[in-house]
C-alpha cells in the first residue's frame, strides 16, 4: 500500500465548464496525441472490429429530461481528478502510484507498475486506463511534461487539452491558491466535487450549466390593432416614428 | 534526443482551413497542435485536426496509379507509372477535347482548389464542372449572395465581441467548427444568451440556453412568423431600411414589367426624397428615401413587404402546431430579439462617410447575431428559408453593424459583381469564362439553341436557374440516363460518389457498372483519390493523391478564403513531410495533364509546361494584371493584394506560418456595403475593379423575372410543367412553402459529428474509436410507441426504400424525428478496415432511403429531389415510417465487400514512436 503526502506545496487541477462544453472531443485527441508522442498510448485492433486504445481523457453525452421543462443533453468530459485522499495511490501495491507533494498531480511510476489494475478498480471515476499493449496503467499527468517544460513559451506550458479546448471550457491552474483565476471560477459559477461522497476530496472541479429554457421576455405589444385599423392605419403609425 | 521541428502549415481534416503547428523528429510527425498565430483557430484545433497524424499514416492510403484490369467494380487493378497513367488519361481526353470538350464531365468534390480546378476545366472547354457546394449548402451561400451579397461562414460572422444575443438555426457543426466554437466560447465567458432552434439537441444546442426543437423544414416560417411579430409591433430598423436596403424602391404595380422596379429615363431605378416628395436618385447626396411613398400608384417595397408579413398566415398562432414550437414561445423570442436590438443598442464612436456622400459621426449596432449553415439550407425550401433568415437580420437592422453580422473581405459583393455562367463549347478552344455563377434572367441560363440544358447536371435552367455551385449529385443520374446528353468521360476528384456523397447510393453503384451493348454506360471513369474510398473500386484509372502534409496548396481569395472581418486573409500547404509512396498532389498532376493536352495556359512558348507543378502555379500564375492567387508578399515581397509575381512567394508565407492578412483600415471595419473607405480599400486590395456600393435586395428583381416569365411574360418561357414550382418558388420576397412529403410520418436527418469530416473519420485510428458505431436516435413518444429496447433495430421505409438500422433513445429531440450520425456506415473492404469492422457492419447509412428523384408522377419527368431555385440537395427533406423489427446481428442493405485496392490496417502497437 502507498501513502499519500501529509500536506501539498500547492494543488493544480482543471476546472472543466460544463456550461461551455459542446462535446466536440477536441480535448480527447489532442491528450492523445501529446501522451502517445511523449510517452506511448497503444491502441489494439486500431482497424479492427474492436478497436481499444488508451485514452487519459474521454467525453461522453447524457440525455437528461428535467421533471419540468424540455430534455437537455449534457456533455462530460472525464480524467483523474488529482484527488486529496486518492484512493488509486492508497491502494497501489507497489508504489507506482503517487501523489506529488510539490504541486498534487497524482502520476504513476510505469517502471514500478505491475498493471494489476487494482487502482482503476478503486478510482470511482474509472479516470484510468490499462495500456492494451504495454499492460501498465496510463492515466491524465495533467501534462506534466508540458507544465514544467521551460523551453516551451510560457503560454504553452498548460495541458494540450486545455490549450487546444475551442470554446475555453477547460480552465487549469492552482486550485489551493484562492485568488488563482480557477478558484475564482469556481467561486463565481458555484463549481463543484465530482461524487463528493465518495470522500476522495477531488481537485479538478466541475462548473454546472446554467439555467436554460427560461425564455421570460413578455410579448411585444403590437403597434396598434391591424385589424381594426388597417395597413393603412399600420404605416401611418410605423412611419410616423420616423421624424 | 533527436530536436523537434515545428513546421507551420494548414489543416485539411476538413473544410475549415486551421493553422496548425506540425511537430517533427527526423522528419516524422510526431504530434500536430494548432497555430496561435493563424486567423481562423488562434491556437484551438478540433478533434479531427489533432487526430491528422493518423490520416497522415493511415493504412489506407493509395499507393501508387492503378489501371482497371477486370470488370469495373471487381477491384481488379494493376499498379501502372505515372507516365503510363498520364499517357492514357491523356489518350482518352484529347479526342474529346478536338471534338466535343462537353463529354468530360470533371467535378472535385470537397476541394479547396476550385480557383485552379475550374479554371482547369475552363482552358479544356467543357461546361461540365463543378464542386460539392450544391450537394451541401448553396442554398445559404447563393440566398445570401442574392439577399445582401454574402451569407455565413466564409462571407461573414457574427460580431462575437459585441452581440448580445445569438440565435443559431439548424445544424452548423459541420462547417468554420473552430470559428464558431471559439466565438461560442466568447459569449459564454460574457454571460450572452445563445439560442438553439434544431430539431436534434446536441453539441451547440445542448449548450443553448433555449431550444426550439423545430420541425424539420418549417425553419423559414417560424422566421417569418418572427417578422410578423416585429412589423405588428413596429419594431424594426425604419432608418436602416430606407438608407441600406432597396426598401424605399418603387415596384412597379401592372403593365408587362409588374413586381420591377420603377426606373427613370436612364433606366435606373429611384426612390422619392421625404425632403421634396420628389423622385431622387437612390445614391444621391442627402436624400432620405421615403418608406412610405407611393408613386403613379407604385408602392414601395415596404409597403409590399409589410403587407406580406402582416397577414394572419403569419401569426404565432397559425404556424405554431406546424413548426412544433408554441405560440408564446414564438412571441418570446420576437419580443427578444427587439429588446436586444432596441434596447440594447450600441455605437462606436467612428466617423464614416457612405457611398451618398453623406457623413456619419458614430457606427450605431444592434447587437443580435445569427448563424445558420446546412440545416436550414439541405431543404426544396432551403434558399427562401436563407432568404428570410437573411432577411430578419436586415429588418432588425444588425447587417454590417456593430454586434450584428459582419462580412469578411472579399465580401460584401453585390450580386452584379459575380459573373454569370459561361458554358458555350467549341472543339479544341476554351469556354469564354468561368463556369458557375449569379444569374439575373432568363437569357442567362446554360440553355442551348434548342433549350435544352448545356450541362450535365442541368444546372441554370428553368429546373433549378441559381444553381450557382452545379449539381453533383444530379451528375452520375444524368450521365447514365443520357438526359441531357450522353458522356464519355467523368472525371473526379476527393468525392465519394459510389457511398456516401450520393443520394441513392445502390442505386448510383448501378448505374457506374451498368454496360448496354457491352459497353459501359458511363465510359471512362477517372478518379483521383489519397484514400482506398468506396469510389475506388468504380474507376478505371486512379490518379493517386497525396495527404495534406505532403503537397503544396493555395487558399486563395480568388476562391473561398480564410479572411477575417477585420481582414483579409489568405494561406497555403506546402510539404512538411515527403511522401514515401509513388502519388503526386493533384494539383500538380493536373499541370501536367494539362500541358499533355496542349492547353493554352499550361503550355509555355517552347512547348515545354508553363507551370513545373502547382507550387510553381501559385507564386507565377497571373489571373488578370497585378493579382494572383495570393495577396501577400507580391512584387519585390512587400506587395499587397496587387502586384508581380514573386518567384520567393511561398518561402515568405512559410516564415509568416503559412498564411498573410490584409487588414482592413480602422474606418471600414463596420457598414462595409456603403462606406467609401472600406470600398476603396477592396478596390486597392484587388477584390473589385471600382467600388460597388449597393443596395440590400430586400425584392429580389433576379427572382420576380423568373416568376415573371413563369406567369406568361417576356420572350423566354419556361416548359409549362415547371410554370407552378417557378412561380411558387422564385417569389421576389422571402415565402415559405412545405418540402416534406406528408405520405410518411416521421422526420429523418443526419448531421456530422464535430469529430468526423465525412467519410474521412473512420479510417482514422483514433477518430473511429470516438465514433465507430452509429444509432438511429429515436424520441421518447416513438420510442414508447413502438416498444423498442435497447439492441433493438427499426426498419425505416421511404418512398425510396428500406433500411434496418440499430436504434438508441435520446429524450432531447423534437417528438417526430429520428436521426443519426452521418457517413459511419461503410462497404466492407474499403478504408482499410477489417470485414467485420462495426462501420461495416451495423454502421448505415440514410442515403439509401433518400432518391436524387421524387417519386414518379405519371409525367413522364425525372422531378429532382432538390430545391427548385438552386437545385440543392433536399437531404433533410426525408420523411420514414418506422417499425420496430426486433434483434439483429447487422444493419441491412448490405453489399458484398468490395476488392482491396490496399491492404487491411494492421496494429499500431506503440505510440508514435
Redesign the interface.
Known amino acids: 500500500m502507498t501513502s499519500l503526502p501529509t500536506h501539498v506545496e500547492k494543488q493544480l487541477g482543471l476546472v472543466i465548464?460544463l456550461?461551455?462544453?459542446?462535446?466536440?472531443?477536441?480535448c480527447?485527441?489532442?491528450c492523445?496525441?501529446?501522451n502517445?508522442?511523449s510517452?506511448?498510448?497503444?491502441?489494439?485492433?486500431?482497424?479492427?472490429?474492436d478497436?481499444?486504445?488508451a485514452?487519459l481523457n474521454r467525453v461522453h453525452?447524457y440525455?437528461?429530461?428535467p421533471a419540468e421543462g424540455?430534455?437537455?443533453?449534457?456533455?462530460f468530459p472525464r480524467s483523474c481528478l488529482h484527488c486529496a485522499d486518492a484512493p488509486c495511490v492508497t491502494v497501489c501495491p507497489t508504489g507506482a502510484s503517487f501523489k506529488r507533494s510539490e504541486d498534487g498531480i497524482v502520476l504513476v511510476n510505469e517502471a514500478a507498475c505491475i498493471g494489476c489494475g487494482l487502482c482503476a478498480w478503486a478510482c470511482p471515476y474509472g479516470a484510468r486506463e490499462l495500456d492494451p499493449?504495454?499492460k501498465v496503467m496510463k492515466k491524465c499527468t495533467l501534462c506534466v511534461d508540458r507544465i514544467t517544460d521551460t523551453s516551451l513559451p510560457e503560454?504553452d506550458q498548460i495541458p494540450?487539452c486545455v490549450?487546444?479546448?475551442?470554446?475555453?471550457?477547460r480552465h487549469f491552474g492552482d486550485l489551493s491558491d484562492p485568488e488563482s483565476k480557477v478558484s475564482c471560477l469556481v467561486e463565481a459559477r458555484g463549481g463543484y466535487d465530482l461524487m463528493p461522497g465518495m470522500g476522495t476530496k477531488p481537485s479538478n472541479k466541475y462548473l454546472p450549466?446554467?439555467k436554460?429554457?427560461?425564455?421570460?421576455?413578455?410579448?411585444?405589444?403590437?403597434?396598434l390593432d391591424?385589424q381594426a385599423t388597417g395597413?393603412a392605419g399600420?404605416?401611418?403609425?410605423?412611419?410616423g416614428?420616423?421624424s | 534526443m533527436t530536436e523537434t521541428q515545428i513546421a507551420r502549415t494548414t489543416c485539411y481534416m476538413c473544410a475549415c482551413r486551421c493553422g496548425i503547428q506540425v511537430h517533427l523528429k527526423s522528419g516524422e510527425v510526431t504530434y500536430i497542435e494548432g497555430n496561435r498565430d493563424h486567423p481562423v483557430n488562434k491556437g484551438v484545433l478540433c478533434a479531427k485536426g489533432a487526430s491528422g497524424i493518423m490520416q497522415v499514416k493511415a493504412p489506407s492510403r493509395l499507393r501508387a496509379p492503378l489501371k482497371r484490369v477486370g470488370p469495373r467494380g471487381s477491384g481488379a487493378f494493376e499498379e501502372i507509372s505515372w507516365d503510363e497513367a498520364l499517357t492514357l488519361a491523356t489518350s482518352w481526353l484529347k479526342p474529346l477535347r478536338e471534338t466535343a470538350p462537353e463529354k468530360l464531365a470533371f467535378f472535385t468534390g470537397r476541394d479547396q482548389s476550385q480557383s485552379f480546378t475550374g479554371w482547369w476545366a475552363q482552358a479544356f472547354g467543357t461546361p461540365n464542372y463543378a464542386a460539392h457546394g450544391g450537394f451541401c449548402s448553396v442554398n445559404m451561400a447563393a440566398a445570401g449572395i442574392y439577399t445582401m451579397g454574402g451569407a455565413f461562414w466564409e462571407f461573414g460572422q457574427p460580431d462575437w465581441e459585441r452581440t448580445k444575443l445569438f440565435v443559431l438555426f439548424g445544424v452548423a457543426e459541420d462547417h468554420d467548427s473552430n470559428p464558431i466554437k471559439i466565438g461560442l466560447g466568447k459569449l459564454k465567458e460574457r454571460g450572452i444568451r445563445v439560442i438553439g432552434v434544431n430539431p436534434i439537441r446536441t453539441g451547440y444546442n445542448a449548450v443553448a440556453d433555449d431550444w426550439f426543437g423545430i420541425t424539420p423544414g418549417t425553419d423559414g416560417l417560424l422566421i417569418l412568423s418572427l417578422i410578423h411579430c416585429l412589423l405588428e409591433a413596429g419594431k424594426v430598423d425604419l432608418d436602416y431600411l430606407a438608407r441600406w436596403t432597396n426598401a424605399a424602391l418603387l415596384v412597379q404595380e401592372e403593365g408587362p414589367e409588374k413586381g420591377l422596379f420603377v426606373k427613370n429615363a436612364e433606366s435606373q431605378p429611384f426612390v422619392i426624397d421625404r425632403r421634396t416628395g420628389m423622385p431622387a436618385p437612390w445614391d444621391g447626396k442627402g436624400v432620405q428615401p421615403d418608406l412610405g411613398a407611393v408613386y403613379n400608384g407604385n408602392r414601395t417595397v415596404f409597403q409590399h413587404m409589410a403587407a406580406r408579413y402582416l397577414s394572419p398566415d403569419y401569426a404565432p398562432e397559425k404556424v405554431a402546431a406546424r413548426c412544433g414550437i408554441p405560440a408564446p414561445r414564438i412571441r418570446a423570442l420576437a419580443a427578444e430579439l427587439a429588446e436586444v436590438a432596441f434596447n440594447q443598442a450600441i455605437s462606436l464612436d467612428c466617423a464614416w462617410t457612405d457611398f451618398r456622400g453623406d457623413h456619419h459621426n458614430t457606427m450605431p449596432g444592434r447587437p443580435v447575431s445569427f448563424h445558420a449553415m446546412r440545416g436550414i439550407s439541405a431543404h426544396a425550401n432551403g434558399f427562401q428559408t436563407a432568404r428570410a433568415l437573411h432577411l430578419l437580420q436586415i429588418i432588425l437592422g444588425t447587417v454590417e453593424t456593430p454586434g450584428g453580422y459582419r462580412f469578411k473581405p472579399p465580401y460584401p459583393k453585390p450580386v452584379e459583381a459575380h459573373p454569370t455562367p459561361h458554358f458555350v463549347t467549341a472543339p479544341g478552344k476554351p469556354l469564354s469564362g468561368p463556369h458557375l455563377g449569379y444569374v439575373r434572367s432568363p437569357e442567362q441560363l446554360a440553355l442551348k439553341e434548342d433549350g435544352s440544358p448545356a450541362r450535365i447536371d442541368k444546372a441554370f435552367t428553368w429546373e433549378n436557374p441559381f444553381s450557382a455551385h452545379g449539381l453533383m449529385h444530379m451528375l452520375i443520374p444524368n450521365a447514365h440516363a443520357g438526359d441531357p446528353y450522353r458522356i464519355d468521360t467523368l472525371f473526379l476528384y476527393m468525392a465519394n460518389m459510389a457511398w456516401n456523397s450520393s443520394m441513392n447510393t445502390a442505386k448510383v453503384m448501378e448505374m457506374l457498372t451498368d454496360q448496354r451493348d457491352g459497353e459501359y454506360v458511363i465510359p471512362r471513369i477517372i478518379y483521383s483519390d489519397a484514400y482506398a474510398s468506396e469510389m475506388v473500386a468504380y474507376a478505371d484509372l486512379i490518379l493517386p493523391d497525396t495527404t495534406y502534409l505532403e503537397r503544396h496548396d493555395c487558399i486563395s481569395l480568388l476562391d473561398r478564403p480564410i479572411s477575417e472581418p477585420d481582414a483579409a486573409g489568405d494561406s497555403i500547404r506546402w510539404p512538411v513531410t515527403p511522401p514515401d509512396r509513388d502519388v503526386r498532389g493533384f494539383q500538380s498532376v493536373l499541370l501536367d495533364l494539362g500541358h499533355r493536352l496542349g492547353l493554352p495556359p499550361m503550355v509555355a512558348p517552347d512547348g515545354s509546361p508553363k507551370f513545373k507543378d502547382y507550387a510553381d502555379y501559385i507564386q507565377n500564375h497571373i489571373r488578370r494584371p497585378g493579382v494572383g492567387p495570393l495577396i501577400g508578399f507580391r512584387g519585390d515581397g512587400t506587395a499587397e493584394g496587387r502586384g508581380e509575381a514573386n518567384p520567393n512567394q511561398i518561402e515568405a508565407y512559410k516564415a509568416n506560418g503559412g498564411f498573410y492578412q490584409a487588414h482592413v483600415p480602422e474606418g471600414a471595419r463596420f457598414y462595409k456595403p456603403w462606406n467609401m473607405t472600406y470600398q476603396n480599400w477592396a478596390v486597392q486590395t484587388s477584390f473589385y475593379e471600382s467600388p460597388q456600393p449597393y443596395l440590400f435586395n430586400i425584392w429580389s428583381e433576379p427572382m420576380r423575372r423568373f416568376q415573371m416569365a413563369a406567369e406568361g411574360l417576356g420572350p423566354l418561357q419556361p416548359p409549362d410543367h415547371l410554370r407552378p414550382q417557378l412561380k411558387r418558388a422564385m417569389d421576389p420576397l422571402p415565402c415559405w412553402y412545405p418540402s416534406t412529403d406528408e405520405a410518411y410520418p416521421v422526420h429523418a436527418l443526419t448531421q456530422r459529428p464535430m469529430d468526423m469530416y465525412h467519410s474521412w473519420g473512420t479510417q482514422n485510428a483514433w477518430l473511429r474509436q470516438i465514433r465507430g458505431r452509429n444509432f438511429l436516435y429515436v424520441p421518447t413518444k416513438l420510442w414508447e410507441a413502438h416498444g423498442f429496447k435497447e439492441g433493438d433495430y427499426a426498419r425505416l421505409t421511404s418512398a425510396n426504400g428500406q433500411i434496418t438500422v440499430p436504434v438508441a433513445h435520446m429524450a432531447a429531440l423534437n417528438e417526430n424525428t429520428v436521426w443519426t450520425w452521418n457517413a459511419i456506415g461503410k462497404r466492407k473492404g474499403a478504408w482499410g478496415l477489417s470485414d467485420d469492422a462495426h462501420e461495416a457492419k451495423e454502421g448505415f447509412l440514410l442515403n439509401h432511403l433518400i432518391s436524387e428523384l421524387l417519386p414518379e408522377k405519371g409525367d413522364g419527368q425525372r422531378w429532382a429531389n432538390s430545391d427548385p431555385v438552386t437545385g440543392q440537395a433536399a437531404w433533410f427533406d426525408l420523411k420514414v415510417r418506422i417499425e420496430n423489427a426486433g434483434r439483429r446481428e447487422a444493419s441491412s442493405p448490405a453489399f458484398p465487400p468490395i476488392p482491396r485496392a490496399v491492404p487491411q490496417g494492421s496494429a499500431r502497437a506503440k505510440g508514435i514512436r
Not at chain 1, 424540455?70 to 456533455?75: D, G, K, L, S, Y
Open positions: 465548464d456550461d461551455t462544453c459542446v462535446g466536440c472531443q477536441a480527447v485527441t489532442a492523445k496525441g501529446w502517445d508522442h510517452h506511448g498510448l497503444s491502441d489494439a485492433d486500431p482497424y479492427g472490429a478497436p481499444s486504445g485514452f453525452s440525455s437528461v429530461q424540455a430534455a437537455q443533453t449534457i456533455n499493449t504495454e503560454e494540450a490549450r487546444t479546448c475551442p470554446t475555453g471550457a450549466p446554467r436554460k429554457d427560461r425564455l421570460e421576455t413578455s410579448p411585444l405589444a403590437p403597434l391591424i395597413f399600420w404605416l401611418d403609425k410605423m412611419l416614428k420616423l
